[in-house]
């Protein structure tokens, strides 16, 4: 994506949020996911997976809002196989958000572990919350789809940065749990769609 196409769609992402900070508008909920996609793909592979300053708060965020959203959709989802999905990621996800615990520390001492979630991540998780229950499946498979696709991107493009060792040996440690959670998404989201 071009920089100037980013900063559009940031901007655009940013107008929906601000107009449904609550969310509940389906139209702008759908505009805000859809935009996300992109925004989170572009930064994944421009910054976190180059810089250790990126990457760290990148891969800690996207833990932070895969458990959280699984927590949504465990209590909300109505599909068998939504369900297992979101359980299965929110084991690996607390795994491997405990494990960048461990390591971020020594490997990357001058770089903060977030403590919340931005506003894009929010906005999806509010958009989980207000989705109709005849909608909340497919809009929570369709959540986990990009967020995976962003998620593989950056911790494929991390997993060969020479000056964080440690890091990017955890960056190939869950990539392969990151690439079954996408593939296995991808095959719910195919069977809702029909």
């Known amino acids: ?5 980013f900063f559009a769609a940031t901007a655009v992402a ?3 949020a601000a107009c449904s900070p609550q969310g509940g508008n389906e139209v702008v909920d759908k505009a805000q996911d859809t935009v996300s996609a992109p925004v989170g793909q572009t930064s994944a592979a421009v910054m976190g997976a ?3 300053s990126a990457y760290v708060p990148a891969a800690a965020m996207g833990d932070m809002y895969e458990i959280q959203a699984a927590d949504i959709a465990l209590q909300r989802g109505s599909r068998a196989d939504v369900k297992a ?3 299965m990621i929110k084991s690996d996800h607390t795994a491997a958000s405990a494990a960048l615990k461990t390591l971020a520390p020594t490997a990357a001492p001058d770089v903060a572990l977030p403590t919340d979630l931005d506003q894009r991540r929010k906005g999806l998780l509010d958009n989980l919350r207000t989705a109709s229950a005849a909608d909340f499946d497919k809009v929570y498979i369709d959540q986990q789809v990009a967020a995976h696709q962003e998620a593989v991107t950056l911790q494929r493009g991390f997993s060969d940065n020479g000056d964080a ?4 040996e955890h960056a190939r440690t869950v990539l392969p749990k990151i690439e079954a959670h996408l593939q296995k998404a991808q095959e719910i989201q195919k069977a809702i769609a029909g």
Do not use: D, F, G, N
């Not at 994506?1 to 196409?5: C, S």
């Not at 060792?165 to 990017?168: E, G, I, V």
């Open 50 to 52: 180059h810089m250790t």
């Open 14 to 16: 940013a107008l929906a």
């Open 85 to 87: 999905l979101a359980k």
């Open 165 to 168: 060792p440690s890091l990017a």
């Open 1 to 5: 994506m071009k920089p100037h196409a």
